[in-house]
């Protein structure tokens, strides 16, 4: 531990630089430029300045890898966040073109329920599918709701505006729906505003397709263009006596093609449904109103 004498020396080796500071300064202040004390400070500056243009250039390097690490990481963050931001967007977008194309459904639906060809005796049921199960012999789908809902066996169902098939099996909370498109089914229709009768069934050798119908069994003579409407009979259509499960009326398709030696031999023509049986999203099933 310092004694006492140790202790005031060093206070006056203080003191004594910085008086001697103090004095420096003072002259350095009040001297020209070309004075002594402004001579030293060039001759230290020249001595000292290449010396930091050495030590300035050995550690470039090194702070432009620091510089180019931070930077990195700067780059990484703000490119993944971009990524976050895009994906995000993706998101939205989807999101926004399914309720686009949800609400274009749901106005088919309801210009339907609103349009005069709406029976009056039916109450619809919308539902939303849950299920798709398309294949070459059979095209069917699920919907969520079922015998809880009103929904039984045979009613006709609808999307788009349009028939799209009917009720084949109801379980309590869902039903199963066997589109115009499947091999099994058949419909009474007509040709709108004629009286030109036929069934309505797959094309392609009775494979489920969603491009091709067939107005089958017509017998009339009456002209049959192509774009004329095909809608429900509401009649029991004979040789095959099917019977039309549905109220007349309803849109099926338009006339695609009408082929006069087909006709003749055959008596079918080709129809193209209304409904896109592939993007089947949302159906209404029309049960009774009283049953």
Request: charged share 25%.
């Amino acid at each position: 531990m310092p004694n006492r004498k140790q202790i005031r020396r060093r206070r006056l080796t203080a003191l004594g630089l910085i008086v001697a500071s103090f004095l420096a300064l003072t002259i350095y202040f009040n001297e020209t430029t070309s004075g002594a004390l402004h001579t030293i400070q060039r001759g230290a500056m020249e001595v000292v300045s290449p010396l930091q243009d050495l030590a300035s250039g050995a550690i470039k390097p090194f702070r432009d890898l620091v510089n180019w690490i931070g930077d990195s990481f700067d780059a990484k963050s703000e490119n993944e966040e971009l990524k976050r931001n895009l994906q995000d967007a993706r998101i939205q977008a989807a999101r926004l073109q399914q309720a686009d194309a949800e609400n274009e459904k749901l106005r088919a639906l309801l210009d339907f329920n609103e349009s005069d060809v709406f029976p009056s005796d039916r109450k619809p049921v919308t539902a939303r599918v849950i299920v798709a199960s398309p294949t070459e012999w059979y095209a069917r789908v699920t919907i969520d709701k079922g015998s809880t809902s009103g929904i039984k066996v045979n009613q006709p169902v609808i999307a788009d505006g349009a028939l799209a098939g009917k009720v084949t099996t109801v379980s309590p909370h869902a039903a199963q729906v066997t589109l115009l498109t499947d091999s099994s089914s058949g419909v009474a229709g007509r040709i709108a505003g004629k009286n030109i009768l036929g069934i309505v069934k797959t094309g392609a050798g009775g494979r489920a397709g969603a491009e091709d119908l067939q107005l089958a069994y017509v017998r009339e003579r009456g002209e049959i263009r192509v774009g004329h409407m095909v809608v429900t009979s509401g009649t029991v259509t004979e040789p095959t006596e099917v019977e039309s499960l549905f109220p007349a009326g309803i849109p099926i398709g338009e006339i695609s093609r009408v082929d006069s030696e087909e006709r003749q031999l055959y008596g079918r023509v080709h129809l193209k449904p209304f409904v896109d049986m592939r993007d089947i999203q949302i159906v209404q099933v029309l049960t009774k109103a009283k049953d």
